[in-house]
């Protein structure tokens, strides 16, 4: 199985970047996958590691979001945080995210960034940047897998 996985569910014809990858029209590199979300490496992340976690429902807001996904989603976004700490051997992370300010795709996202002390992330303005290379995306992907297959799915 190629480690550039396509998810394969479909939303609808809403023009949005991450329906295109649910749908599986634009590739992404797939950490974390199950029936209410998806969870990727961000291709300009703040550091190797840092995960996007979507519905895979279009959901522009948390304000939107049904009640009946929030526990499945954020037991999710507990079990990536811990995934993420231990594939890229972080002190901690930075869970975050926006609703219509600064939200660049109008599709829920929560952030799940690996943090280290003096790691020179200082209020919200923070550099971006792309992975080395595929090879380098590959790499850290791989290792959040593993993670999650160590971490419990309950938490």
């Known amino acids: 199985m190629s480690q550039l996985r396509l998810a394969t569910y479909f939303n609808s014809n809403i023009e949005c970047d991450f329906c295109d990858i649910v749908s599986g029209k634009t590739s992404a590199y797939i950490v974390l996958e199950d029936e209410p979300s998806l969870a990727f490496l ?4 703040l550091f190797p590691g840092h995960c996007l976690l979507i519905p895979r429902k279009h959901i522009p807001t948390l304000v939107e979001l ?3 996904l929030i526990e499945k989603l954020f037991l999710n976004v507990k079990r990536l945080t ?3 700490e231990l594939a890229m051997q972080a002190e901690g992370t930075f869970v975050a995210l926006n609703n ?3 939200q660049s795709v109008p599709h829920l996202h929560i952030h799940i960034v690996p943090r280290r002390k003096k790691d020179g992330l200082k209020g919200f303005f923070w550099p971006r940047a792309k992975y080395r290379d595929d090879e380098h995306m590959k790499e850290v992907q ?3 897998r593993e993670a999650l297959s160590i971490v419990s799915r309950d938490g």
Request: positive net charge; hydrophobic residues 25%.
């Open 82 to 84: 811990q995934a993420v």
């Open 42 to 45: 961000d291709n300009r992340p």
């Open 142 to 144: 791989s290792k959040i």
């Open 66 to 68: 049904d009640s009946t």
């Open 100 to 102: 219509k300010v600064s």
